[in-house]
């Protein structure tokens, strides 16, 4: 049995990797660094002055395992209660960690192009996982389609559905697969 996951599925992978016997594993697109560090990064990318300064106390409160009450309506959607005990399972895990407990075949696979995890998630990964093989696809952003780090070129990737995923990330997996079984 082959684990894939994608995104955060790929931490979700790797969990369960370590849940029992698997033949291998691929990582797509997923972090390589805690969760609330890499939210931390988006964020600021985005916001600023004490926006920016209340998402990174509602972070530290919990990262610190305390959910927060009160949240401005700017941040509401990402930190409303309803989501803040999802927050606090995911802010745990440390994917590098994870990944170098996984003894079956590896891959990781990363576009060059992801706006949401960068470049630096899948080195964090495969310097955790020396011996996997690590495939960096160029022009693929983080929902597997080809997009440009322009802003207008990521948001038609994630919106329109016409857009194939890049057939190249099929082709790679497709023969490594075909290679480590």
Do not use: C
């Not at 005990?85 to 990363?110: C, M, R």
Request: glycine share 6%; net charge negative; no cysteine.
């Amino acid at each position: 049995m082959t684990f894939a996951g994608h995104s955060e599925g790929s931490l979700i992978g790797m969990l369960a990797a370590q849940r029992g016997p698997v033949d291998a594993f691929v990582s797509i697109a997923g972090a390589g660094r805690p969760a609330a560090e890499l939210l931390r990064e988006q964020l600021a990318k985005h916001l600023s002055g004490p926006l920016l300064a209340e998402a990174n106390a509602i972070l530290g409160s919990l990262e610190a395992g305390k959910e927060v009450a009160e949240v401005s309506p700017e941040l509401y959607d990402l930190f409303r209660p309803s989501v803040q005990p999802y927050l606090l399972s995911w802010f745990p895990h440390e994917p590098a960690a994870l990944i170098a407990t996984i003894t079956a075949p590896t891959a990781i696979v990363h576009g060059t192009t992801d706006a949401q995890t960068s470049v630096v998630d899948a080195e964090l990964l495969a310097a955790a996982a020396p011996d996997a093989a690590l495939f960096r696809i160029e022009g693929m952003n983080h929902v597997l389609k080809a997009a440009t780090l322009d802003e207008m070129s990521q948001l038609q990737a994630y919106f329109d559905r016409s857009l194939p995923v890049v057939p190249e990330l099929f082709a790679r997996l497709v023969a490594w697969l075909n290679e480590v079984r």
